[in-house]
């Protein structure tokens, strides 16, 4: 890997195409997928396999994706990016987080075939990319860390206690609030409704949703013992629900407490990290902690 002040590798760009690991049971299980490998001339035994979500395919919003493969096969990692089924070039049917267990699993087999130095392998993945990448990761040995950035955890119960926390607090301690008040610019019947709804969703409990993605990720985190680095971006609601869901729940704080866990914050990021200044940060932040250990 390339430490500050070595020698940048050269990096070649692969284009490949693989299955899913899903079985005969799924109607796509014969869709191919479609990544991009950015192999180092002297790869070694560690890569990153980036995993996408939402509506997003393997270049990342403002190119994110590719700019971090870039920046990390210089230093001698390995990086796969790929599109999940239904997504950018990949054959088949979109789907959310909670079924792209088998396109990693594909993926995975992909890599370790592309990169025969590869023994071990990372997975790194933003907002719900970050939540299917930690539900993946108990399951197969070869994942020895993970980089979270933005986990998706949204639930009602926490969006709430967020939405109260850094909107409605804050707001009643600015003094333009009060004087909008004063002269009638605020509808305070609306806003005093809209306080209370918020108020009793943030007495919920994430476990009584379903839906949420919280508990499935407390599970799959619990059971994993490998290394963690969670970037948060300092101006974004999904951040701010991931620190209310740990403030309202000791479960959490004790993974998130454990030594092989590591927390870093973009200031002012918001939850792409749209700038090139806070992508730069987020390449360094991944770098250096990679380089760690």
Known sequence: MKRDGAQAQAVRQLALRFRSAAGDDDADAQARMVGILSLPEAPGP???LVVT?????RVGSHRQFTLLAAALAARGLPVLRFDLRGMGDSEGSARDYRAAGPDIAGALAQFFAAVPSLREVVLWGLCDGATAAACHAPHDARVQALVLLNPWVRSEAGLA???LRHYYLPRLLQPAFWRKLARGGVRLGASLASLRQVAAASQGAAAQEPDAPAPAMLRALTQFQGKVLLILSGDDLGA????ALL????????VAARAQWTQAQVDG???TFASAAWRADVEQ???????SW
């Open 247 to 254: 403030a309202a729940d000791a479960r959490w704080r004790a």
């Open 240 to 243: 701010r629900e991931w620190s």
């Open 53 to 57: 979500g939402g509506p997003q395919y």
């Open 269 to 271: 990021a918001n939850h």
């Open 285 to 291: 932040l991944c770098a250096r902690w990679l380089q």
């Open 46 to 48: 560690r890569g990153v």
């Open 161 to 163: 206690r967020a939405t």
